[in-house]
């Protein structure tokens, strides 16, 4: 089992540019979301998913865009990037919202010029 | 709403002696309460959650409902422990984990 898997690892963006953060996992989880870990600010929810095809807002979502096509997949769009999305993103998974906990990936460094 | 507060930034404490680090929600149910621990530059991962009672790395948490709390301890630190630590609070149904703004534990050799 691979786990929760995001690529890429590193990236760096003009203001404007576009691009779509990868998350895949391999455990059949239903739950999957996105967060971004700023200093001080802890992890705060961008998107998430209960299943495929349903997906609802976080406390922070304006600016990204997200589908669930599939259970495995749940793919990030930064729509026009901007310096203040300059982050860490982890994406997490689980069996349902929380009941063993989420599973999380390795995280993508985002820069934004 | 739910909210989860982790009134430390930073906590340092010299290798030996115990540690706490403070957890509130704000939940009037029965919420599902986690601990999950970052190393430095690795991916966040479950410590330890209320419902299983249970002790890793001899760290627990006790929730106390009357103060609302799941404080973390450990009696004796280690250097290792020196991460990043988040208190997460689950309320119920298909709503997301609430993250508190974490607490840097720095164990000083």
């Known amino acids: 089992n691979a786990g929760v898997t995001q690529t890429p690892k590193f990236q760096v963006l003009k203001t404007g540019q576009s691009m779509t953060l990868q998350c895949a996992q391999d455990m059949n989880h239903e739950y999957m979301s996105w967060y971004r870990q700023d200093p001080g600010m802890g992890l705060r929810l961008i998107h998430y998913?209960?299943?495929?095809?349903?997906?609802d807002q976080g406390e922070v979502p304006n600016g990204y865009n997200v589908s669930r096509s599939t259970t495995e997949d749940f793919p990030l769009r930064l729509l026009s990037a901007a310096p203040s999305q300059t982050s860490v993103y982890f994406c997490?998974?689980?069996?349902?919202?929380?009941?063993?906990?989420?599973?999380f990936g390795s995280g993508t460094r985002l820069t934004v010029v | 709403a739910q909210r989860v507060t982790q009134p430390e930034k930073l906590l340092s404490v010299f290798k030996g002696a115990p540690v706490e680090l403070k957890c509130n929600y704000s939940?009037?149910?029965?919420?599902?309460l986690f601990w999950y621990v970052q190393y430095s530059r690795q991916r966040l991962q479950l410590l330890l959650r209320h419902i299983s009672r249970e002790s890793i790395k001899g760290f627990t948490a006790d929730l106390n409902k009357g103060e609302t709390s799941f404080h973390l301890k450990k009696p004796f630190a280690q250097e290792e422990d020196s991460a990043m630590y988040y208190c997460?609070?689950?309320?119920?149904?298909?709503?997301?984990?609430?993250f508190g703004k974490g607490t840097r534990l720095s164990v000083i050799a």
């Open positions: 939940y009037s149910g029965s919420p599902e």
């Open positions: 998913s209960v299943g495929a095809g349903i997906t």
């Open positions: 997490a998974s689980s069996y349902t919202a929380a009941d063993y906990g989420y599973t």
């Open positions: 997460a609070s689950w309320a119920s149904g298909n709503t997301p984990l609430v």
